[in-house]
């Protein structure tokens, strides 16, 4: 007997409620779709995984899932009795970032001085590009004034994260992406508020002051966290060093409770009193938690790794699956053209991107990264802030749709990409070929 392909066998089962899923809409019962319409995507979720090149979409077509289920069910996705899942988003988002700095540390910072004129490109067309762009389209299409600035949001966020597996997939230049994204990242709290102020203003009132806070509490507190986590878990960095990193970390820290005390107009207590809870959750805790789980889990880093990205994707998905439910009611009005909207706003940042690096001279290697790093968004953030407005159910429309948008797009572009290595790469093949012929 032979042996039973379990992916193939989902792929079966896909296509039979992909057909029931078309004859129920072609026969008007739309509403009675959801059930065939998510088991399609949760088969097709399980098949890709059996086949090389498209298992890099089985997480997306999660996101498919869970998106599909909050729009036929969303009273499931919004609240369970008076607790409203809303709440959920900041605190994870602030996870996601705490997984991503503890994946880093000031090294990975020696890229700004190693190229500069990539970082500079790259940093510079991520926040002239995608911002000009979303202003265009809402100003171009008749969205209501709330789902413009949303889109104009997506626009002005740094670099998702998801950028630098797009790199690593395409044969990109890795180190550049993860500079690019970093540095976009670290700047956000005083660029995406102000161009946010300038370009969508006029849309939705936006508090500078205000958003800057919620961008480094949501952001950049985490990723500091994430860093001393780093510190302490891997342990190498000696006395001096690793004095001088806490020592950088505690400034930033009391500079985000400056802005505290200008946002909210608190006085000297009041600063205190955030000082020291900034202090004890991204300070202190950090430390305590690296020695912990060093201690429990004998130094294993890879399992660690992997416990924390599975943590974001899986909040990844929990952000998109609320935001979705929330604006279901929104999101049927527009949905069509704000996901064709979005699709042109996130294929016009690769373009651009890859276009002006190739403009300024670069190598093909960094062209695919200034094109990923200037068309993915950080979907989560815009997420975040569109709550922090009260305003998640319209404003946090185009985030919410971006982002899965960006991973089926970004996966598709890395894919063609990896089959076609860059002239760089074929040449150092090359290179070596001959070396080890003369040999």
């Known amino acids: 007997m032979k042996n039973i ?35 399609f995507f949760l088969s097709m979720a399980i098949a890709v995984r059996g086949f090389t090149a498209f298992k890099g979409f089985a997480y997306t077509i999660w996101i498919f899932t869970a998106v599909t289920a909050s729009m036929f069910y969303p009273q499931y996705f919004t609240s369970v009795g008076s607790f409203q ?27 700004v001085i190693k190229m500069p004129k990539g970082v500079l490109i790259g940093v510079g067309s991520h926040y002239l590009i995608m911002p000009l762009v979303a202003f265009c389209i809402s100003r171009i299409f008749n969205f209501p004034p709330e789902i413009s600035a949303g889109i104009i949001l997506i626009g002005c966020v740094p670099s998702g994260l998801a950028s630098n597996v797009m790199s690593y997939i395409s044969h990109a230049n890795l180190v550049l992406a ?3 994204g970093a540095i976009s990242t670290l700047i956000s709290p ?3 508020p102000f161009l946010m102020k300038m370009l969508g203003g006029q849309y939705i009132e ?6 800057m806070l919620d961008i480094l509490n949501m952001i950049i507190l985490p990723i500091v966290a994430g860093f001393i986590f780093n510190l302490f878990n891997k342990g190498k960095e000696n006395f001096k060093s690793k004095m001088i990193q806490l020592t950088i970390f505690l400034m930033v820290i009391l500079l985000t409770d400056l802005v505290y005390m200008k946002a909210k107009q608190a006085d000297l207590n009041g600063f205190m009193i955030a000082v020291a809870k900034s202090l004890s959750w991204f300070y202190f805790l950090p430390m305590i938690l690296a020695l912990l789980l ?3 889990l004998k130094g294993d880093k890879l399992l660690m790794g992997k416990i924390l990205s599975l943590i974001s994707m899986v909040g990844i998905a929990v952000i998109i699956t609320i935001i979705t439910a929330t604006g279901r009611d929104s999101l049927l009005k527009v949905g069509a053209l704000l996901m064709v909207t979005s699709l042109l706003h996130n294929v016009a940042g690769y373009s651009l991107g890859y276009g002006v690096s190739w403009l300024f001279g670069m190598p093909e290697k960094d062209r695919r990264t200034v094109a990923f790093e200037v068309g993915m968004q950080n979907g989560g953030l815009a997420s975040g802030l569109a709550l922090q407005m009260g305003k998640m159910a319209t404003v946090g429309l185009a985030p919410a ?19 076609k290595p860059p002239m760089e790469i074929e040449n150092e093949e090359v290179l070596k070929e ?3 012929f003369n040999q």
């Open 434 to 436: 001959v070396i080890t």
């Open 85 to 111: 899942f809303k709440t959920l988003i900041i605190p994870l988002l602030q996870v996601i970032m705490f997984g991503m700095g503890s994946q880093m540390s000031l090294d990975d910072f020696t890229g």
């Open 5 to 39: 392909n379990p992916y193939k066998i989902a792929i079966g089962f896909a296509l039979a409620f992909l057909l029931t899923t078309l004859s129920m809409v072609f026969t008007g019962n739309l509403a009675s779709a959801g059930p065939f319409l998510i088991a």
């Open 206 to 211: 936006v508090n500078f002051w205000s958003m």
């Open 294 to 296: 060093r201690h429990f």
């Open 401 to 419: 749709i971006f982002g899965p948008l960006m991973n089926v797009t970004g996966s598709a572009l890395a894919s063609w990409w990896r089959s």
């Open 178 to 180: 993860v500079t690019i």
């Open 190 to 192: 005083f660029v995406t």
